[in-house]
């Protein structure tokens, strides 16, 4: 996914180029924190449509300043309750497909996690290079990092790509159950994503997240009076719970998956055989293929128990596919640290058991990073930070690579699915 120091259009022919792209960067930094200041006073949690369509109204306006077309979306409801829109933004560049041009995405979210009253009761305060307030990392500083890196290939006049797509989800923070349809769709458009989550603690991308499976499993026994006929009952207590046991045992029998029984609840009184059962699980897997031995797993438990005259059902209740580490990533993260050391960074990548929007990408065959934002931290809490020092090398960086991955080169052998992955570092963002 490299270019030729020579080609036109892109902003990787050599330090100067770099250079230029950070001091654009370094003189954006203090608009860049007003601005981070006004949308972190917007309550927008995911279910505040109010808010979440406010900072939509916000970033629509200025993607329309530099030359996007923005749409909005309306997403079903959750739980019966309304969400915001999302909104969707689009830019053609100078190439098109057939001359090499690529379609990239950037994807962050508009939600925070935090009920209405929370930016008046904890509103935005900065102490030393820290950012405080709610949402200010996840995700409204690497949303802000996008718009931001979009602003400085617009500013530069970089167009060296097919189209830039810039999407931004109104309810990620509650698993995206309005804007997942959304989400895939636009994948199937794009030839490369960069989600807009901030890097980690210690400054780490993300190159893999695990997938999540979350499981019921109904055990239907037969009640009977404990005390006098306690042999004409059949316990499904009892059988849940050797089926929590063997669910457990799961957790060591496939690299990367992990099987957790989070709920279990069973029976009334003490004085009847308890009739049924119900018992939640949770799957977590680096692969698709994990994740599908572990589903398999769970039927067949649930097929055979333990107990004589008690029967077990199995209801997936939700499904969310991992961000696997792939080669074509891989070759996504070369691109990346390729831009970083021209701007004298070294930036290294991490897997998380943690899901975001990045999951359904991947999912559906995208290569896709994460992380790309400015170092933030101690997100869904009162000490959710930013550091601002970090703001400008990211956005650069950023805006580096969008113009690096904007364009094809032929030379370039498409990745092999089958090659060997070095293994990523052991590191603990």
């Not at 599908?292 to 199995?314: C, F, I, K, M, Y």
Request: glycine share 10%; charged share 20%.
């Amino acid at each position: 996914m490299s270019a030729t120091a020579g080609d036109p259009g892109t902003l990787e022919t050599g330090p100067a180029t770099a250079e230029a792209l950070l001091a654009l960067a370094e003189q954006r930094l203090p608009g860049y924190l007003a601005d981070l200041r006004h949308l972190v006073s917007v309550d927008s949690g995911s279910y505040s449509p109010g808010g979440v369509n406010q900072v939509a109204d916000w970033f629509a306006a200025r993607l329309t300043g530099i030359g996007f077309t923005c749409a909005r979306v309306p997403v079903p409801p959750a739980d019966e309750r309304p969400l915001g829109d999302a909104l969707i933004a689009r830019k053609k560049g100078s190439l098109s497909p057939a001359e090499g041009g690529r379609r990239i995405l950037l994807i962050g979210h508009l939600d925070t996690v935090f009920e209405d009253g929370t930016a008046a009761r904890r509103p935005f305060a900065q102490h030393g290079p820290l950012a405080h307030g709610p949402g200010v990392s996840d995700d409204k500083g690497g949303l802000l990092a996008g718009l931001t890196a979009l602003e400085l290939l617009h500013t530069l006049r970089q167009d060296a790509y097919a189209e830039l797509v810039f999407l931004a989800t109104p309810d990620e923070e509650i698993g995206s159950p309005g804007s997942r349809a959304l989400t895939e769709r636009t994948a199937r458009e794009v030839d490369a994503a960069l989600a807009l989550e901030c890097a980690r603690e210690n400054g780490d991308l993300v190159i893999a997240r695990k997938g999540v499976a979350d499981f019921r499993i109904t055990v239907t026994g037969r009640a009977a009076h404990a005390g006098i006929e306690p042999e004409r009952g059949a316990n499904a207590a009892l059988a849940a719970a050797h089926l929590v046991v063997a669910l457990q045992q799961l957790n060591d029998r496939w690299d990367g998956v992990t099987v957790n029984v989070g709920v279990v609840r069973a029976g009334t009184r003490t004085n009847i055989v308890c009739p049924e059962a119900d018992i939640h699980v949770e799957v977590r897997a680096t692969t698709t293929r994990g994740m599908n031995h572990a589903e398999q797993a769970v039927h067949d438990l649930a097929r055979h128990p333990t107990v004589a005259g008690t029967s077990s059902t199995v209801e997936r209740r939700d499904w969310c596919p991992p961000m696997e580490d792939t080669p074509a990533a891989r070759d996504l993260l070369t691109a990346y640290q390729d831009c970083a050391a021209r701007l004298g960074l070294r930036v290294e990548a991490a897997a998380t058991g943690g899901v975001g929007d990045a999951n359904y990408l991947s999912g559906k065959g995208v290569p896709t990073l994460d992380g790309l934002g400015p170092v933030g931290g101690a997100d869904h809490s009162p000490e959710e930070w930013l550091d601002t020092t970090t703001v400008p090398a990211r956005t650069a960086l950023l805006a580096a690579t969008l113009a690096r991955l904007g364009r094809r080169t032929a030379a370039r052998p498409l990745p092999d699915p089958a090659r060997p992955l070095p293994p990523l570092p052991r590191r603990h963002p």
